[in-house]
């Protein structure tokens, strides 16, 4: 579904919040925005699960803190095949954590900026849409225009120790100290590790802004390696470099690159 006169598609939008301040900033944050629509709005863990449910908004922003429950224990009753664009909005910075774990795409303090929500909504739709913009930032760069950047207080949250992986009715936690390394295939990421291979529904931008830098490189725009993985970097033909893992997979190093994993490896 599109709306009129633009190419945008439509999103479905669903907001979570006890406080009637909280939904009335976010739905205010998304007024001027096209293609936005608004079919959920509910104040009680309850309430969220019954709309929630039945209508099956495409972005979900859900309140951590509900009066009837953790919003958290939302997600549990959903459908298991309804999977919405999650954005975490708590005034609390100590659930990032399990934001990450149940695979939340974005995590929003409060008090936000009405660009805060709208950064949101475009990330949103640029999956909806299948594109790989944010793919294609390279190191250090950010797709967020400057005068978007979030309010100092919105500091990154502490790198993730797990993950949280689904196949079918199976869910459980996976160490990424057990993960050797994640390649993106479209909108999923196949994360290989010592237990298996499995997939998550990110992007490689959203998992770098969870996991380790100090314990994960990005080597290739659809790669990321755990360093402790890593065996060697050798040269290949050309003057293109290869990485070695310690199980002998080899993987191209892109000179995107490259001179962070030289700085890391000489």
């Known amino acids: 579904m599109t709306t009129s006169g633009t190419s945008l598609p439509t999103l479905s939008v669903g907001i979570v919040d006890d406080e009637e ?5 976010v739905r ?3 007024r001027e925005v096209p293609g936005v629509e608004i079919t959920v709005e509910a104040g009680t863990a309850a309430e969220a699960a019954r709309q929630l449910a039945l209508h099956r908004p495409m972005v979900l922003f859900l309140d951590v803190r509900l009066p009837d429950g953790d919003g958290f224990a939302i997600l549990s009753e959903l459908p298991r095949d309804y999977v919405p664009y999650l954005v975490i909005v708590t005034a609390h910075q100590d659930h990032a954590l399990t934001a990450y774990e149940v695979l939340a795409s974005e995590y929003v303090l409060k008090p936000f900026t009405n660009q805060r929500i709208r950064d949101a909504i475009e990330r949103a739709r640029r999956r909806a849409v299948g594109s790989d913009l944010a793919e294609l930032v390279g190191p250090g760069e950010d797709i967020t225009p400057p005068s978007a950047a979030p ?10 120790r797990r993950m949280a992986i689904r196949e079918g009715d199976r869910r459980f936690y996976l ?6 390394r994640f390649e ?3 909108n999923l990421i196949r994360v290989h590790s010592r237990h298996g291979v499995h997939e998550v529904r990110m992007t490689i931008r959203e998992l770098m ?3 380790d830098p100090s314990a994960f490189l990005r080597i290739h725009r659809s790669t990321v390696i755990r360093i402790g993985a890593v065996k060697e970097i050798q040269p290949w033909f050309g003057g293109d470099y290869i990485v070695l893992l310690l199980d002998g997979t080899q993987l191209r190093l892109s000179r995107t690159y490259r001179e962070e994993a030289f700085r890391l490896f000489r």
């Open 151 to 160: 309010p100092a207080r919105e500091a990154a949250p502490t790198p993730a």
């Open 28 to 30: 205010s944050a998304l």
């Open 21 to 25: 301040l909280g939904r009335t900033c």
């Open 184 to 186: 993106a295939k479209g």
């Open 209 to 211: 802004a969870h996991v």
């Open 175 to 180: 160490s990424l100290a057990d993960v050797d």
